[in-house]
């Protein structure tokens, strides 16, 4: 439970950071932002990292690995 609660916080973190980019007046608070929002989504994709998506390569892979060349 725990666990949710803090993904949760990030990803309410990170729309907030990034409305605040966008709203940003000076060029140094939208940097800042831009950081913290940066920092936020490495932690997130670190706790849910992309699901891969199998390609053409990889079928052409598995199918050479089957035969055993």
Not at 10 to 24: F, H
Not at 30 to 59: G, H, I, M, N, W
Request: proline share 4%; aromatic share 2%.
């Amino acid at each position: 439970m725990a666990d949710e609660a803090v993904t949760c916080a990030l990803g309410a973190s990170a729309v907030d950071l990034a409305r605040r980019q966008d709203g940003a007046h000076q060029p140094n608070q939208a940097a800042q932002c831009a950081k913290e929002l940066r920092e936020t989504l490495r932690v997130l994709a670190e706790r849910f990292p992309p699901a891969s998506k199998a390609d053409s390569v990889d079928e052409l892979r598995s199918r050479r690995e089957e035969r055993g060349a």
